[in-house]
């Protein structure tokens, strides 16, 4: 059993929406397909998975680098020991080859979307949905194929209005959501208190609603919103500072009492090590957000669980970052807290497909083989581009 070809398309993400500091009118995601020389029904086997969202595509790092390295691996290095499967920390390997320790940027995402394609490949060769190969990897049995899910939007739109967020909130409760998460930082404090105060009056209770600040404040404004949100007992209070700046995070825990949340931009084990001895972040308490499309795949997520539960902190912590069907299946398998969603914006990627059950607060995957991507509105037609 040998991989044949790897592509990548570089796809754009629909919507004009911002969030404190970043536009994703401009972003882009790398879709990867990984096809194997096992034929079924007349087709190639072929994984298919993608790089999460909120950054850019990789075609160039993937093009350049890594998929000529895996293709060039001696193809028996790149499966488990008895020949059945692809081994996903060894393909992650051949990506790598020749790339120094640290500095974990963009070429995280890039292998990371290689790596997802090589589980979503496995699940379809055992002819099963991928949390099942994912739990059954890690040794875990999925009781509840359930998974927490929270719905995030609340961006600042260029039509901006309280009524528009409240409206927007409104739909996602009537789709099944019952929790909620919107950006602040991108208007003036008083601003987003009243933005905070309109998303609260339909969420009922600030135990559903989480505001994140996307590592945009200082201190002292990280402080001034922290004395204006603490009556509000919100869920999680995320990424207020740099995502890299410990001391800061620590700073703010030492004077913030609710939940705060941060991970999402973490793209190694190391980073997140640092994580939980330096910021200041309490068991039982905080919110880790890593995701693994973001940070090398799946093997590398797993390490962080690791390291998180070295430190004593709870998986079910775990909220990864990407609202989509990839650590939906990711949430289910490993048995993390939950997952977010992004309804009705980040298209074809962001959401689940037509097929997943959404309602009192849960998302379901379908048993499709593998991520199920090929069910869903708009995804389908990409993956079929990508010259199968
Ligand atoms: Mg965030």
Redesign the pocket.
Do not use: F, S
């Given at each position: 059993m040998r991989i044949t070809r790897i592509l990548e398309t570089t796809v754009p993400l629909a919507g004009n929406i911002a969030n404190a500091l970043v536009n994703f009118s401009e972003h882009t995601i790398s879709l990867v397909a990984v096809q194997s020389d096992v034929i079924r029904n007349g087709k190639a086997v072929t994984g298919v998975a993608f790089n999460s969202i909120g950054r850019f595509g990789q075609g160039g790092i993937l093009r350049e680098r890594m998929i000529p390295r895996v293709l060039a691996a001696a193809p028996q290095t790149l499966l488990t020991a008895d020949g059945k499967q692809f081994d996903a920390s060894q393909v992650l390997a051949a990506a790598l080859r020749n790339e120094k320790p640290g500095g974990h940027g963009d070429r995280a995402s890039a292998a990371a979307a290689i790596e997802l394609a090589i589980w979503d490949l496995n699940a379809k060769l055992n002819d099963e949905p991928a949390y099942q190969t994912i739990a059954r990897h890690y040794g875990r049995t999925v009781t509840d194929k359930r998974a927490a899910v929270y719905a995030a939007g609340g961006y600042y739109y260029p039509d901006a209005s309280l009524d528009r967020l409240k409206a927007e909130l409104k739909a996602y409760q009537e789709m099944g959501f019952e929790a909620f998460k919107m950006k602040i930082g991108g208007a003036p404090l008083a601003e987003d208190i009243a933005r905070i105060e309109a998303a609260l009056a339909i969420a009922g209770d600030g135990k559903r609603l989480s505001v994140?600040a996307?590592g945009r404040f200082d201190l002292e404004m990280a402080l001034a919103y922290a004395g204006e949100i603490a009556p509000m007992k919100l869920r999680w209070y995320?990424?207020v500072g740099d995502p890299l700046d410990y001391d800061l995070n620590r700073r703010i825990a030492e004077q913030y009492d609710g939940p705060l949340a941060t991970g999402?931009n973490l793209f190694s084990t190391q980073d997140v090590k640092n994580l939980v001895q330096f910021a200041g972040l309490r068991p039982g308490r905080d919110i880790f957000?890593m995701d693994a499309g973001l940070s090398y795949g799946i093997t590398e997520y797993a390490k962080m669980l690791a390291v998180l539960e070295a430190h004593g902190f709870d998986r079910r912590f775990a909220f990864p970052?990407g609202g989509h069907l990839i650590n939906l299946h990711i949430a289910v398998a490993l048995g993390l807290g939950g997952c977010e969603a992004y309804p009705g914006v980040f298209q074809p990627f962001g959401g689940y497909g037509e097929n997943c059950k959404i309602g009192g607060g849960y998302v379901e995957p379908t048993d499709a083989p593998g991520f199920g991507l090929e069910e869903k509105e708009g995804l389908a037609g990409k993956i079929a581009d990508l010259a199968f």
């Open positions: 994140d996307n995320e990424e999402e957000q970052h």
